[in-house]
Each structure stands twice: as structure tokens, then as C-alpha cells.
């Protein structure tokens, strides 16, 4: 491979991975069952310790779709209390700098779409869309067998990275979900998920609404100084002098 074939490679790799973005509103065009299979495949490429892939996936679309839409609704819906998630996606109550993180990107969202601080209803209706995947045609379910231990959520982390950059580079846009989680005991009795089967994530798939204003929302990430600690600035070529040394 010649100098200009790797630059070229690598020139696709970042916009592919500048490039994905959690959308929010989806055409109702269909996604070929053979891209999904695709794209999956290829994202089972992801590493994981000892090989053991610990990830399952469950895709729903037509009826089954909107059998889980229709009973995780009426549950969001009836806010009796009685759902909750099995694992602790967040921290019990948010601290710096996470916490402002949180709310710029919630509030960003909520200004674009003109929803006001303790404008309930709107953003009860917002959240509710989560549970209709945003319009997307397809939803992905992700299990992980709940005996297995916090390096295989690591090592999923990537797979589900892997999808929605497989899905990216093909034309098609995903949303991670994590809202899911407080109905596992629902989606599980229509899945007929097994019991040692955990419900990790949703996700939404299909293609983005161009026309839609939630999907101009681009957030912001922290600058590569903010997150890195040079040990050994000698091993950088360049050091920058923002960056901290320790």
C-alpha cells in the first residue's frame, strides 16, 4: 500500500468516525435485511479478552417493532414506578465535570426544539419518542449473559462502536439508547429473552430525516487536553504545552 493509498484510508476512517452522530428522527424507509446482516458481521470484528464476543443482538422490525413500542409506551406512559433498570447505567447523582457535560447536551437538544426549563409535557413527549426508536423502522436489542464480568462490558462497548460505525459508513444512522433499560422485564417477555440474558442497550436504525431540526444537533467534545497527561513528553514529537506533564 502506497503513501497516498494510506492517507486515503485513514482520510475515510475520521470522517467516518467524525461523521457519526446520534440521530433523532428517521425516515420510514426500510433497511435491507441483508445490510443489517452486513454491517453486523463486520462489527463482530471487535476485539473482546479470550475471543469470548459476549455480545447478542436482537433485531425487531414490522409487527414485533411495534408490539415493544406500543407496550414500553404504555409503561412510560403509566409512570407507576413499578420499571426500573437492572444495572446502574449513571452515577446515583452527577458531579463536575460530568454534570455540566449532561446538561449543555440536554439543553441543547431541548433549545433547538424550542422546549422550555419545566416545560413538562414537551419533555415528557420527547423522552417518549425513545421508545419508538425515533421513527427508525428497525431497533437493535443488545443482551449480554449476566453471569459474565465487567471486562466483557468493555470489550461490548466496542462492539456497539463498531455498529454504529459499520452503519455510518453505509449511508445509515443510528441513536444509542440506554432509555430501554428501565423496561428489560417487558421487552424480555416479548422477546422471550432467556433469564441469564441482560439487557445492555437500544439502539435506533435506519435513515436520518434530513428536514428533521434535531438531527443539526452536533455536540461538543472535550479538547484532547482536557483528557490526556503527557507521563513522558520526551516520547512526543511535539509536545503541546497546554497539555499537563506529570
Known sequence: MNRSETL????????????RRSIRAYLPTSVPPGRIEELLRVAAR???GNNIQPWRVHVVA??????IVDAVCAAFDAADGSHRAEYAY????????????RRRNGWGLYSLLGIGKGDRARMHAQHRRNFRFFGAPVGLFFTIDRRLGQGSWIDYGMFLQNVMLAAEA?????????????????????????PHEQLV??????????????????????????????????????????????
Open 8 to 19: 486515503r484510508i485513514h482520510d475515510d476512517v475520521d470522517r467516518v468516525i467524525a461523521g
Open 46 to 48: 471487535a476485539p473482546s
Open 62 to 67: 414490522g409487527a414485533q417493532r411495534d408490539a
Open 90 to 101: 449513571y452515577p446515583a447523582e452527577f458531579f463536575e465535570p460530568y454534570l455540566g457535560r
Open 170 to 194: 453505509r449511508g445509515l444512522a443510528t441513536c444509542a439508547q440506554a432509555a430501554w433499560n428501565d423496561y428489560h422485564r417487558v421487552i424480555a417477555d416479548i422477546l422471550g429473552l432467556a
Open 201 to 246: 442497550c437500544g439502539m435506533a436504525l435506519g435513515y436520518a430525516d434530513p428536514r428533521a431540526l434535531e438531527n443539526s444537533l452536533v455536540t461538543e467534545r472535550a479538547p484532547v487536553e482536557d483528557f490526556v497527561v503527557l507521563h513522558d513528553a520526551s516520547a512526543v514529537a511535539r509536545p503541546r504545552p497546554a497539555l499537563a506533564t506529570r
